[in-house]
């Protein structure tokens, strides 16, 4: 290598540099020396000049490698990088111009669906604005017939004051007077009011029907298992359930001591005893019935008469049969009903059933139909 050349040169002109010091004139015992050593001095010269000479070969040397270097560096090198250069260049402008055109073209079809999708809008716009006109007409159709339903009712109002006060009247006559006898015969308030509340509170009559349909799988398991006693049911109200059992071929009975309710049932083609469902339940035969129903009926009972309910109903039901009591959750809305007292808890009704006798009894939540939400069942088998 010339870097280990030019240094050994410079190491052996380092050793043989003390023999050029030069001699004065008057050092004749130096000349003396000198004359005895020139063999020497001639030695040293010729490794200078040899060093010296490695030096300068070796340092051409190193000069022609770093030329060489540098010429193949800039050179034929230079010239195939920048060929490379220019290559992946091009690739990479021609990607560039591939890459815009696709993106180009995804650019036109995107709004070109744009387009469409907003001509469309244009139109489902107009069509809905035209459909909004149509039914704000008919909001203002609605609001004028809602404006004399209102004034329609204010008048029936004021008619069932005036009813009330007349009816007032008679019930107030004396038993001597000749119209005592109309007197007892005209219903009382709440006997008007019964069926205007399950109007309120369970809205139209053929919801009721369809919803009372699905309790309809209880009753006919048990008749599955042998039990052939009627169904008795404690508040017939507008007699939609009674409908239904009819409807189904299921024998039944039930009483109403509210004579518009059973003018009311009497006109659908259903048959409700005068009395309290109560006694009538008190009076039935040991293991007669197959099924005891109370839909809006427990939560107008009073504890006393309540656990006597459910005592009578366990005497009464033959083995296998059923009992469904269904009552309203205590809410803020259970008092809309004008008839309840308190609401029953779960775990008392199910109390309740248990200590009468009966095999089995559970709570089942009414919250998934809602129409029903925040009622719920005891279903009790004997």
């Known amino acids: 290598m010339p870097e280990t050349r030019v240094a050994d040169a410079l190491a052996r002109m380092a050793a043989h540099q003390e023999l050029h010091l030069p001699l004065r004139r008057s050092d004749l015992l130096g000349r003396l020396a000198l004359r005895?050593?020139?063999?020497?001095?001639?030695?040293?010269?010729?490794?200078?000049?040899?060093?010296?000479?490695?030096?300068?070969?070796?340092?051409?040397?190193?000069?022609?490698?770093?030329?060489?270097?540098?010429?193949?560096?800039?050179?034929?090198?230079?010239?195939?990088?920048?060929?490379?250069?220019?290559?992946?260049?091009?690739?990479?402008r021609q990607s560039d111009q591939n890459l815009v055109a696709g993106l180009n073209q995804r650019l036109y079809s995107s709004m070109g669906r744009v387009q469409s999708q907003l001509s469309d809008l244009r139109l489902q716009l107009a069509e809905t604005t035209e459909q909004d006109a149509a039914v704000e007409q008919r909001l203002k159709a609605l609001e004028s017939q809602v404006a004399e339903l209102n004034a329609a009712a204010r008048d029936v109002?004021?008619?069932?004051?005036?009813?009330?006060?007349?009816?007032?009247?008679?019930?107030?006559?004396?038993?001597?007077?000749?119209?005592?006898?109309?007197?007892?015969?005209?219903?009382?308030?709440?006997?008007?009011?019964?069926?205007?509340?399950?109007?309120?509170?369970?809205?139209?009559?053929?919801?009721?029907?369809?919803?009372?349909?699905?309790?309809?799988?209880?009753?006919?398991?048990?008749?599955?298992?042998?039990?052939?006693?009627?169904?008795?049911?404690?508040?017939p109200g507008r007699g939609e359930w009674l409908e239904v059992l009819r409807g189904a071929g299921l024998p039944y009975v039930a009483a109403s001591e509210n004579s518009l309710v059973r003018g009311h049932c009497a006109g659908l083609g259903l048959t409700v005893s005068e009395g309290d469902p109560l006694d009538l339940l008190a009076g039935s035969a040991q293991r007669s019935l197959g099924a005891v129903t109370a839909f809006r009926y427990v939560e107008r009972l009073e504890p006393t008469a309540l656990a006597r309910f459910v005592d009578l109903a366990a005497t009464a039901l033959q083995p296998g049969g059923i009992l469904v009591a269904e009552t309203r959750a205590a809410s803020p809305d259970f008092h809309l009903d004008p008839f309840a007292r308190r609401p029953a808890h779960p775990d008392f009704l199910r109390f309740l059933a248990e200590a009468a006798g009966f095999a089995t009894a559970e709570i089942r939540q009414a919250d998934t139909v809602p129409e029903v939400a925040g009622r719920f069942s005891l279903v009790a088998w004997r």
């Open 157 to 235: 109002r004021l008619r069932h004051a005036q009813l009330d006060l007349f009816l007032d009247e008679l019930r107030s006559a004396r038993p001597g007077r000749p119209d005592s006898g109309v007197a007892e015969r005209v219903p009382d308030r709440d006997s008007f009011l019964e069926l205007a509340a399950c109007e309120l509170l369970d809205g139209p009559a053929e919801r009721v029907r369809d919803w009372h349909r699905s309790r309809l799988p209880l009753l006919t398991s048990a008749r599955d298992n042998g039990v052939t006693g009627p169904v008795l049911d404690m508040a």
């Open 36 to 92: 005895f050593l020139w063999r020497r001095q001639l030695k040293w010269q010729i490794e200078t000049n040899l060093a010296v000479r490695d030096g300068l070969e070796a340092m051409a040397e190193a000069d022609r490698d770093l030329r060489s270097r540098i010429e193949r560096l800039t050179g034929g090198g230079e010239l195939a990088t920048t060929q490379q250069l220019r290559d992946e260049l091009e690739s990479l």
